[in-house]
Each structure stands twice: as C-alpha cells, then as structure tokens.
C-alpha cells in the first residue's frame, strides 16, 4: 500500500473488555491488527492450553455444587485431555488457515521439551495443574462458590458500563466464606502472574453494577504454582478509578491513537508478520497507522 492509497476504513468492537484495554495500553497496533483488520492469528499453545485448564477446572467445579468432589488422578487426567482436546478442535475451526503443527509453543526449550511447551507438553502437565486447583479447592473448603439468584460464581457474565462503554466480562470464580460476609473474585492464570491487578479491579465493579453485589476481595489464581496471588482489597478499585482507564482507552480508540510498541514480546506477537515496524512478511497486505480511518461500531453509552 502507497501513502497516496485511499485510506482502509476499520471498524473496531462497540463492546470493550479487560483483555482490550491492555492490548490498546501494550501495543495499540497489535490491537488494530488483531481487532480491526482481523489479520488471521498463528495459534498458540500458552493459550489453547490455558483454555483447556480454564474448561476442565469450569467442568470440576460443576461437579462440586452436585456434591461431587473428585480426587482421583485418573480421573483428573481424563477431564484435563478431554478439555485439551475440545479447546484444540475450536481453534481449529477458528483458524483453519494454521494446522496445529503450525502452532506457537513459548516457554525455553531443555533437553526433555526441545520444543519447548507444544502440545506434548500441555498433555504432560495440564493434567498436573488441574490437579492443583483441586488441592486448592480442597485445602480451601471455607471459600464456597457464591450463588447470585440461581446462577453460580462460575464463568460469571456480567455485563457493567464503565467509563460510558459497555463491558462484557466472565468472572472465572466467585467465592463467599460461610457466613456469607465477604465475596472473593479469582481469575484463573495458566501463565504467568499478571503484572496489574486492572483485571480482577474491574471484575469487582463487573459483580456490583450487574447483580448488585460488593466484592471484599480479588485475586489471581496461578496454575503454575497452585496457589493465589496476594488478595487485592477491592476498595483499591473504586469506579472513578476503572471510568478513567476506560474512558482513555475509548478516547484512544475514536480518535485513532494507535502506535507498534517494538520490544522484546514482538517474537511472540501473533500478528508479527503482518506489523510493518518490524518488516512482518506480509505487511505489505496491510495498512499502516497513517493509512486508517476509525469507526467505532455502535455510539457508546452517554455519561451521566
Ligand atoms: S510485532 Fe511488536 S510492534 Fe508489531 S504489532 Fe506485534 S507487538 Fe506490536
């Protein structure tokens, strides 16, 4: 494309979500790439598999609220493949460009995962993770699943306006302790501890605005390690707070402040091929910054 072409009009998402404001704070051209030029997106295995931990814990925790808490190795193994393998099939069909030898493995590689964390080795130990969240749950009987009317604190919808932007958010879990005093919020990670508490924040308003609720506490909960992250006192996340970040990130978005962020995660952006700041194989394919024009898809929510 020539800096005389007509420029490609994008359409971005009307909805904002946790994960999109820290793609607009990290890299916004990624954001762009990804949300509003659709570049298809090399598959990873850090996410598959965490969708598979994500499906197998959902699963194990439905089976406690029928009074079923499973212990059995095999039996965990069994719930964490057959949740690998139905997070494998739905990228497949996602991306049907990208055959899963194609994928993306992170991780380092060592003597007995050469490939680094690829499929074998989310077989070898996704089983092991989701074993560890049983350990947790078992060890920490005191935090029940919370009930909001009759739906359970799992995979959560809610669905706040925050910063004047309506927001889609799933809250992974949501726990009460027997006298039903305090609400705890835990987000499940597979990867690393995230270095913001932004998300687990914004989850506590997320509870409050839509069944009306007030969260005491947040945390993330870490696969990887079997434990959680330090509580988050939720008061630390007022709405004024959450508006301001949200409202930036609508700003940034309806004004077209979007810039590539080159460092070091670049090796692992799925969209790198098509970025043009750094020589992507297909970016000729694409516009740049200077070669877009933004459309927001529905007007958002007024202010009061
Ligand atoms: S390759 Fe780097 S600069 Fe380009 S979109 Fe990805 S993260 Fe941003």
Partial sequence: MTATAEKTKIRLP??????QCS?????????????GLHVPQQPSWATVGGSGIHYATEVWDNWTLNGVW?????????????????????????EPDFPKESWRASGRASKQWPN???????????????????????????????MFGDQPGIELECNPVIGGQPVKQFIDRAFTNPEQTDILLVDIKSGRAPDSQ????????????????EARWGSYWLARTGGTTA???MRLWPRERLDDIYRKAQLQRELGLFLPKESNMCSGCSVK???????G???????????????????PVPLD
């Fill in 281 to 299: 194989v297909n970016s000729d394919l694409y516009p740049t910054p200077w070669q877009i024009e933004v459309e927001i898809k529905s007007p």
């Fill in 273 to 279: 091929d098509a970025c043009f700041a750094v020589g």
């Fill in 70 to 94: 499973e212990t059995d190795r095999g039996q965990i193994e069994k719930l964490f493949h057959d949740q690998f393998d139905k997070a494998i099939a739905e990228r497949e069909q996602q």
């Fill in 116 to 146: 680094k964390e690829d499929e074998s080795w989310w077989r070898a130990e996704g089983p092991a993770m989701v074993m560890s969240w049983v350990t947790w749950r078992t060890n920490n009987s005191q935090w029940e699943i919370a």
């Fill in 231 to 233: 509580f988050e006192d």
């Fill in 198 to 213: 932004q998300q687990i924040g914004s989850y506590g308003l997320g509870l409050l605005e839509t069944f009306g609720v």
């Fill in 14 to 19: 009307q909805h904002l979500s946790h994960s």
């Fill in 23 to 35: 793609s607009l704070q990290f890299c916004s051209w990624r954001y762009v790439l990804e949300k």
